[in-house]
């Protein structure tokens, strides 16, 4: 197993745009979650996942945001209607269900730029 | 409403020597901490937790320190490498799915 994998790595889209971002967990971990982080900033929690249930939910995720996680494996986040302000990198995280003291297997992230 | 602070965004410190990476948390429900390493262009790499049942945890050569009653937390590396130059983030939970991140602290260890 190669970790978790996101595709793109980057992105670069005109204000307005929607942008769909796919994130590859590790294998046997049930639980997956999206974070952001921008410049100057520590990742902040968007959403997380246990097998295909969306069990928890950020306010920073307005109604342009919308994950999915169709199978319990790969999960999408989208964003439409981009705005400058959503620049930033998509951080994607699995783990294991009961190991959360343990941390997350972060992946590499998909930069956002938003012009 | 920032939950946990990293007050020192960088620190320099020669080979060989400790690091002492700092963190302060506001939440006295945060039982879960971690640490997390990240070298640009890759996600965060987790280093070392610890619960709040415990005040101290060690692997290898890094040792964090929970002080729950002036709720802090610090990370020390002996004796740092500069394989370890890299940014440093403390992160602490309720439930051990949402984690609050601090801001960082970028540390550089000189040969």
């Known amino acids: 197993d190669t970790g978790v994998s996101q595709d793109p790595r980057h992105k670069i889209t005109k204000r307005g745009q929607n942008v769909t971002f796919r994130c590859d967990p590790i294998?046997?971990?049930?639980?997956l979650y999206w974070y952001r982080q921008t410049l100057g900033q520590g990742p902040e929690f968007l959403t997380y996942f246990q097998n295909e249930a969306q069990l928890e939910k950020s306010r920073l995720l307005s109604d342009r945001f919308s994950a999915e996680r169709p199978k319990g494996s790969f999960s999408t986040l989208e964003i439409q209607r981009t705005e400058q302000g959503d620049s930033a990198m998509y951080l994607c995280?699995?783990?294991?269900?009961?190991?959360?003291?343990?941390?997350?297997?972060f992946g590499s992230g998909t930069r956002l730029t938003v012009v | 409403d920032q939950q946990v602070k990293q007050n020192s965004p960088s620190l320099s410190v020669q080979e060989g020597r400790i690091s002492i990476l700092n963190c302060d948390y506001t939440n006295s429900m945060f039982d879960y901490f971690l640490w997390y390493k990240k070298y640009p262009a890759e996600g965060p790499t987790f280093l070392i937790s610890?619960?709040?049942?415990?005040d101290k945890n060690e692997d290898g050569r890094f040792t964090v320190f929970l002080n729950k009653s002036a709720k802090h937390l610090s990370l020390h590396i002996v004796p740092s490498q500069p394989g370890d130059s890299a940014v440093y983030f403390c992160a602490a939970s309720i439930t051990g799915n949402q984690f609050y991140f601090g801001t960082g602290t970028s540390l550089t260890v000189i040969p």
């Open positions: 995280a699995s783990s294991l269900e009961g190991v959360g003291s343990y941390g997350y297997t």
């Open positions: 294998s046997e971990h049930n639980r």
């Open positions: 610890i619960s709040s049942i415990k």
